[in-house]
């Protein structure tokens, strides 16, 4: 496995390594000794979580406020642009965000660390997401981010307006967001 750094420093890529031949492909999605060799961090997975989605569908910008989730995100089928927004006041990239295409072809993955908000827009015809979490999903302390926050002012790389979900579509703007 390669670590490769994003603009955020705390945010990382994984690149696997993947063996393929005629017959296909095999790589290790996750090997926790691997992980904490090439990152450092010791995490403990407690949930996986899998979505499909069709294209132009944008889900987010996610989090929770109390139980905050650390997400080890792929994609295992289609393709999707794929956000991470630094809601963690003291820190020094606070307010920034950082988006990698992640592919069922590049078999990337983000490592999206506690203390962020998440989200990701479908361009392919639909997209099979798959994520690990540090802690369960607590619905009473989701949280929010408006998708199209000014002040964020992401570049979603979509053709045409987004499918939202009607929590996403009222999201709370950035400035009036609960944050860390």
Known sequence: MIIIPTSIPDVLMVKPTVYGDERGFFYESLNLKKWEEATGLGIAFVQDNHSRSIKNVLRGLHYQIQHPQGKLVRVTVGKVYDVAVDIRRKSPTFGQW?????????????????????????????????????????????????????DLAIS??????????????????????ETF
């Open 98 to 150: 950082t988006g990698t295409m992640l592919s069922a072809d590049n078999k990337l993955q983000l490592w999206i660390p506690e203390g962020f908000a998440h989200g990701f827009a479908v361009l392919s015809d639909v997209a099979e997401v798959q994520y690990k979490t540090t802690d369960y999903y607590h619905p009473e302390f989701e949280r929010t981010i408006l998708w199209n926050d000014p």
């Open 156 to 177: 979603w790389p979509l053709d045409s307006d987004p499918i939202l979900a009607k929590k996403d579509a009222v999201g709370t703007l950035f400035s009036k967001a």
